[in-house]
């Protein structure tokens, strides 16, 4: 069986400017995305990851190489709306994704321009509102809502479209600490219920429930694999401009000092165990 979703062939995307010099925005990019996986894009600003989310939903089309995207080429015109309705996008700013003066006509927007009958998209809009656990705001007025309850109905619109893939393009970066919490939580339940996600994200802390991590540099892939794979490579993130996530620095640190800490430790309730392991007096 094939569980491949996306598969991206030999990628190579130019900006053309009119007055600008072109820019090799994405250099000979090769990647499968497995169907049902959660994969996190980093990379430091400028490498290459809007490009890339972009050109996955068709709205960058290859320079050269290929996208496929459930098996759709994003250079087919007749099969965009089927590529933007199997691949969803949440974008950084929810502000520009939300267009109605009503969160249910927001949410009626996608379904009503790709002819779901109103009975059904009335159907949609509850399931994902619910979803998104934010259903007693379906009257409200979105500019009225936090900017976490905003990216949720964000998040809902981009359900209403019963998407496979979500791809999420720094969605937490304008958010305070509680919003990045909720937007993550429902990632990771939404990917828990086999929808597939990317996610492109500058925060470290973002990546580590991922299946999968990989680091873009100047438009290619500099790594790629686990995230205890990825971020064993300390020298190597370094030098690609990028930071470990704290509780990976902790142990690294703990480790330096001669603690006998284990490798490829990813949360700090493990972390905390290993330490507390460690034979140090507590009181109780
Ligand atoms: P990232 O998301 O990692 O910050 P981008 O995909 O936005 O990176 O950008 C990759 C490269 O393409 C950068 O050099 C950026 O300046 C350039 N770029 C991005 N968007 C445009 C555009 N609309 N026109 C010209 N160059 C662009």
Redesign the pocket.
């Known amino acids: 069986m094939n569980n491949t979703i996306i598969n991206i062939e030999n990628l190579t995307f130019e ?1 053309n ?1 009119h007055d ?1 010099e072109s ?1 090799k ?1 994405l250099n000979k990019i090769s990647l499968e995305i497995k169907k049902g996986s959660k994969t996190s894009i980093i ?10 989310a972009k050109a996955i939903n068709a709205l960058v089309l290859p320079t050269e190489g290929r996208v496929l995207v459930a098996g759709f080429d994003t250079r087919d015109e007749d099969r965009i709306w089927d590529i933007r309705k199997t691949a969803g996008m949440v974008f950084q700013n929810p502000d520009n994704q939300l267009v109605s003066a009503v969160v249910e006509d927001d949410l009626a927007f996608g379904p009503e321009n790709i002819g779901v009958p109103p009975e059904q998209i009335r159907v949609r809009i509850r399931e994902s509102l619910e979803s998104v656990d934010m259903m007693e705001h379906i009257k409200m007025a979105p500019h009225m809502l936090s900017g976490g309850q905003k990216q949720r109905i964000a998040i809902a619109g981009v359900l209403a479209m019963h998407p496979d893939i979500i791809i999420f393009d720094e969605p937490t970066a304008m958010l305070d600490p509680e919003g990045r919490h909720e937007v993550m939580e429902i990632a990771a339940k939404l990917h828990k219920e086999g929808i597939t996600i990317l996610n ?1 994200t500058h925060f470290m802390e973002e990546t580590l429930d991922s299946d999968r991590v990989i680091i ?1 540099d100047r ?1 290619r892939i500099a790594l790629d694999g686990t995230p205890a794979e990825v971020f064993s490579e300390s020298e190597k993130l370094a030098s690609l401009g990028l930071k470990l996530p704290f509780v990976i620095e902790l142990a690294n640190g703990l480790r330096a000092k001669g603690f006998d800490i284990p490798q490829g430790i990813l949360d700090e309730t493990a972390l905390m165990e290993e330490i507390c392991s460690l034979g140090g007096r507590h009181a109780g």
């Open positions: 900006y400017g600008v820019v925005a990379g430091r600003n400028g490498s290459g990851k809007s490009t890339l492109i873009l438009g």
